[in-house]
């Protein structure tokens, strides 16, 4: 099961976060136990009021070459596993994620 889905108006990614890291960093795709898969974010901010939320989404939005307004949570706005809506290009979006996976790949022999 894919972590990403692709949509007539962009991309829906599951992500889990790891706020109060040390930086800002986008992946690795990890696969749990139960197969689902996800990309792992972490972010300096904490998670109280929001700050780990809006600061996954503005480091996501960086990252996909987006506008901080285009991505945004779909569901588990509580939860540290999460659904991303990002608003955009499927084609583009899709290239970018599949991008991801195989830099992931490169890294991992």
């Not at 696969?31 to 972490?42: F, K």
Request: contains cysteine.
């Amino acid at each position: 099961m894919s972590g990403w889905r692709t949509e007539t108006d962009g991309l829906l990614l599951n992500v889990r976060i790891t706020p109060n890291s040390s930086a800002n960093t986008v992946g690795p795709m990890q696969i749990r136990s139960d197969g689902r898969q996800y990309l792992s974010v972490r972010v300096t901010a904490p998670p109280s009021e929001g700050a780990a939320n809006d600061a996954v989404c503005t480091l996501i939005a960086a990252k996909a070459g987006l506008r901080r307004k285009e991505v945004t949570i779909a569901a588990g706005a509580q939860a540290r596993e999460k659904r991303l809506k990002l608003t955009g290009d499927p084609v583009a979006l899709r290239a970018w994620i599949e991008q991801l996976e195989q830099a992931d790949d490169r890294g991992h022999h």
